[in-house]
């Protein structure tokens, strides 16, 4: 099975500042790659698929990046409200899996 | 609007089963692979198992193989999950998840609708 190494597991910026979230996968995956965000409190939504295809109604400042077995999220201008725990999930063959997650908080 | 509605969850003891199920609306059921997708409290998120739009091809995570066993029926637009052999680190949020595309294949598409999750506590 492919497994999902993801970091940081938490940081703290900002408001305004550029965040930037890693995913690597232990063999290649080519761009089936998934982002998640998770509320506190609330179920994930999906945010980045195909590594880098925003999902309708997701804000701008919110991309996704890399192919193979590195991947990479990024929220341009961090802002109060994503505040949330992030999730990498790889779909390239059943099983999918997750990355274990990254706490983004506000400083 | 899909609408995906979980039920089913509960206090179970140790050793004990349970079922949960699924009531998914809003588009073609049969067309689209489903999974359920647990999250223990306070930890990331675990993908259980995964059935095809058929029914005809199931996939389960090595923890929970050979104790859960997924179903639908596409007639109701219905997914399971029976939970035997229950264990306290079964414990956790079960989500019912869909695949974005409609697919023969399971576990090769993100999942755009979740469920708000139905909770499984394994407890003495």
């Known amino acids: 099975d492919i497994q999902m190494t993801q970091s940081p597991s938490s940081l703290s910026a900002s408001v305004g500042d550029r965040v930037t979230i890693t995913c690597r996968a232990s063999q290649g995956i080519s761009n089936y790659l998934a982002w998640y965000q998770q509320k506190p409190g609330k179920v994930p939504k999906l945010l980045i698929y195909?590594?880098?295809a925003l999902q309708s109604g997701v804000p701008s400042r919110f991309s996704g990046s890399g192919s193979g077995t590195d991947f990479t999220l990024t929220i341009s201008t961090l802002a109060p409200e994503d505040v949330a725990t992030y999730y990498c999930?790889?779909?390239?063959?059943?099983?999918?899996?997750f990355g274990q997650g990254t706490k983004v908080e506000i400083k | 609007e899909v609408q995906l509605l979980e039920s089913g969850g509960g206090l179970v003891q140790p050793g004990g089963s349970l079922r949960l199920s699924c009531a998914a609306s809003g588009f073609t059921f049969s067309s689209h692979a489903m999974s359920w997708v647990r999250q223990a409290p306070g930890k990331g998120l675990e993908w259980v198992s995964g059935?095809?739009?058929?029914?005809?091809?199931?996939y389960y995570a090595d923890s929970v193989r050979g104790r859960f066993t997924i179903s639908r029926d596409n007639s109701k637009n219905t997914l399971s999950l029976q939970m035997s052999s229950l264990r306290a680190d079964d414990t956790a949020v079960y989500y019912c998840?869909?695949?974005?595309?409609?697919?023969?294949?399971?576990?090769?598409?993100?999942?755009?609708?979740w469920g708000h999750g139905t909770m499984v506590t394994v407890s003495s």
């Open positions: 059935i095809s739009g058929s029914g005809g091809s199931t």
């Open positions: 998840a869909k695949e974005s595309r409609a697919s023969l294949f399971v576990g090769q598409n993100p999942f755009d609708f």
């Open positions: 195909a590594a880098s």
């Open positions: 999930h790889d779909y390239y063959s059943a099983p999918p899996t």
